[in-house]
Each structure stands twice: as C-alpha cells, then as structure tokens.
Antibody, heavy 125, light 108 residues
Framework: VQLVESGGGLVQPGGSLRLSCAAS????????LNWVRQAPGKGLEWIAY????????NYADSVMGRFTVSRDNAKNSLDLQMNSLRVEDTAVYYC???????????????????WGQGTLVSVSS | DIQLTQSPSFLSASVGDRVTITCRAS??????LAWYQQKPGTAPKLLIY???SLQRGVPSRFSGSGSGTEFTLTISSLQPEDFATYYC??????????FGQGTRLDIK
C-alpha cells in the first residue's frame, strides 16, 4: 500500500491550490480516504473524508465551504481543492486510508492504517 | 463535539522506563479509540485501535486500555526508538474525527 501526496506549495492568502494523493497497492474503490493536516509545530487535525463509492463526503467546520474533496476511481487518485486559503491553513497535508468496522447497526470508522508522507502548503503574502 | 485531552503534554523518561499516557474524552465514548506514534518529519503510525488491539507489526511493549471517558497507552519498557509524539484519536463521533493534542515523549 502506498499513498503519495503532491501539489503543495506557496500561495497568497485568498488563493487556491489543488492537492492530489496517488494510491497504489490496494483496491482503491474499497476504501474511504481522508485528508488530515498538521500546522507547523502543532497537532493533527482531520479535515475531510470521502468514501470509496464517493457517496459520502464529510468536512471539518474549519474548511467547510472552502475545500472540496474528490476522487477519480479510474486513476486511483484523491484530490483536495482548496479555495479562499488563509494563513492558518498553512500545514503539512496528509492523506490517510480508513478501515471500517462492521456492526449490526452499520459500518463505523475504526482506524487510519496507511498515511502518505505529506505535502506542505504555505499560505503567506 | 467530543474533545480529547491527553496528559501529560510533555513527558521525559529514560530507556527501560514504563510510561503511561492518558487520553480523556469530554463525554463517554465507545472504544473507537486509536493511538498513533509520530516522529519528526514523518507521518503518524498506527499503534493501537479499538482502545486495546495492537496493530500488526507493532512491538508488544505497547498496550492500550480503557473505556468510557479514560483511555491509556502504556509502553512497558522504553526503547530508544520510542521517543516520539503520541496522539489519541476518536472515530465514533463520525462524521467528525477528533485527535488529542499530543504527548511528546523525550529522553531524560
């Protein structure tokens, strides 16, 4: 299993950037994928999720309305379109695969088992 | 929203020590709690899931326990490669996934 992020860089406040996560080594459509970020010297913050079937999408409040997650199941790729970027969006962005647990009441996220190496996004004027 | 608070935030210990890190939830949660280890400049690595299940390939000196609002990660005998930052993660308030603020474990 391998997840490789790309697309990071320096952007001005208010600008846009598109990140990609290339996946390999597993059946892509079987797994949901997440974006998690880490500001310099800070902790981990989950920001977005998309299911393997693309039917379920969730966002953290901090990025809702500004970021859009998508995936191309033919190319085994997960993307994050980031608009209206703020200084506080500066962080390393990771994609991470989630494993679900099946209960009688449904499927629930269990843990993140594989992570990419991350890509750095810097928002500064 | 459920908040996770780890204690301590910083911990200094010696090789061979037994250390325990606590993760407290702001309300009772099911045991959909995971622990990760992160070393500088690298991605987090899964250690424990479902509060007490050891991820494949993780040394048995790592263990997890707890229920309700209090969970712990224990390293039975610290090794040099264990000095890192540790995070707990709660996944059952889905669709929101929460991380604790982290515990940095340094060499004494």
């Amino acid at each position: 299993v391998q997840l490789v992020e790309s697309g990071g860089g320096l952007v001005q406040p208010g600008g846009s950037l598109r990140l990609s996560c290339a996946a390999s080594g597993f059946t892509f459509t079987t797994y949901g994928l997440n974006w998690v970020r880490q500001a310099p010297g800070k902790g981990l913050e989950w920001i977005a999720y998309m299911s393997g079937s693309r039917t379920t999408i969730n966002y953290a409040d901090s990025v809702m309305g500004r970021f859009t997650v998508s995936r191309d199941n033919a190319k085994n790729s997960l993307d994050l379109q980031m608009n209206s970027l703020r200084v506080e969006d500066t962080a390393v962005y990771y994609c991470a695969r989630v494993v679900f647990n099946a209960e009688s009441s449904g499927f629930y996220p269990y843990y993140f088992d594989y992570w990419g190496q991350g890509t750095l996004v810097s928002v500064s004027s | 929203d459920i908040q996770l608070t780890q204690s301590p935030s910083f911990l200094s210990a010696s090789v061979g020590d037994r250390v325990t890190i606590t993760c407290r939830a702001s309300q009772a949660i099911r045991s959909y709690l995971a622990w990760y280890q992160q070393k500088p400049g690298t991605a987090p690595k899964l250690l424990i899931y479902a509060a007490s299940s050891l991820q494949r390939g993780v040394p048995s000196r790592f263990s997890g326990s707890g229920s309700g609002t209090e969970f712990t990660l224990t390293i039975s005998s610290l090794q040099p490669e264990d000095f890192a930052t540790y995070y707990c993660q709660h996944l059952n308030s889905y669709p929101l996934i929460t991380f604790g603020q982290g515990t940095r474990l340094d060499i004494k």
